[in-house]
């Protein structure tokens, strides 16, 4: 609770609109913002085994002169794979077209079917094909 607190202030000094960042995080795990800058923000409570695995293989990579974290692109394939908003799709769809070998897709298929077992059904693993379906037709259009 105390990094929560770290956070919110520094989100606030960067511009963001944070009034209900603890509540969302508490009940859904995830906080969406935006900032007056037009950046856009999701911040996820590494809770879980989902969570343990995007902390477990985050990247640190250079953004100008400082040294960021971010999620491995198997951990955001499979988090986009999970939600079921349309933009969500549409960049899960764009990650999948990537070249095969940038990603390990038995890694996100595993998560996926993990999730479905979860909810109880197979909305994962479903929304994960159509959005390799689809980028099976993007690499096609690409090829020269």
């Known amino acids: 609770m105390a990094r929560r607190a770290e956070i919110r202030r520094a989100l606030v000094k960067k511009g963001f609109d944070v009034p209900a960042m603890t509540e969302e995080l508490t009940k859904f795990g995830v906080f969406r913002s935006r900032s007056k800058q037009d950046v856009f923000l999701d911040l996820f409570d590494a809770v879980g085994p989902l969570g343990a695995a995007v902390l477990s293989r985050r990247r ?69 094909a159509r959005a390799s379906a689809l980028a099976r037709k993007t690499r096609r259009r690409n090829e020269p």
């Open 60 to 128: 640190r990579l250079r953004l100008g002169r400082k040294a960021v974290w971010f999620v491995g692109p198997e951990e955001l394939v499979v988090l986009k794979a999970f939600s079921d908003r349309q933009r969500d799709f549409e960049d899960l769809a764009a990650l999948l077209a990537l070249p095969k070998k940038s990603l390990d897709l038995d890694y996100v298929r595993g998560w996926a079917a993990q999730l479905d077992r979860s909810l109880g059904s197979d909305e994962v693993t479903q929304r994960l």
